[in-house]
Nanobody, 123 residues
Framework: QVQLEESGGGLVQAGGSLRLSCAAS????????MGWFRQAPGKEREFVAA????????YYADSVKGRFTISRDNAKNTVYLQMNSLKPEDTAVYYC????????????????WGQGTQVTVSS
């Protein structure tokens, strides 16, 4: 069993920045991928970014490229999402997710999910 705990959400003005954190605990896997998804009211959950724990290759949705950066701290078993130049359309609940294996997917096919952290970007 894996537990994921997100933190760092909050209210910011457009153009501002936030850094989300997701700490993983529990069962250890040989290889896995961690990513971020978000869901706005009335919308389906969408892929934001993901990173392979081994190697650190990152993937981004087109909507956040150049603004968001995903990274990880191996010692702390934590993944981060640095969000810059935030826009009102970035407002959503952001979810951390973990997928066992090495294949990165932008779909909802992840094995473990956090409870989510609210990000609100005001005009």
């Amino acid at each position: 069993q894996v537990q994921l705990e997100e933190s760092g959400g909050g209210l910011v003005q457009a153009g501002g920045s936030l850094r989300l954190s997701c700490a993983a605990s529990g069962r250890t896997f040989s290889s896995y991928v961690m990513g971020w998804f978000r869901q706005a009211p009335g919308k389906e959950r969408e892929f934001v970014a993901a990173i392979a724990w081994s190697g650190g290759r990152a993937y981004y949705a087109d909507s956040v490229k150049g603004r968001f950066t995903i990274s990880r701290d191996n010692a702390k078993n934590t993944v981060y999402l640095q969000m810059n130049s935030l826009k009102p359309e970035d407002t959503a609940v952001y979810y951390c997710a973990l997928r066992i294996g090495t294949v990165v997917t932008t779909t909802h096919r992840y094995d473990y999910w956090g409870q989510g952290t609210q990000v609100t970007v005001s005009s």
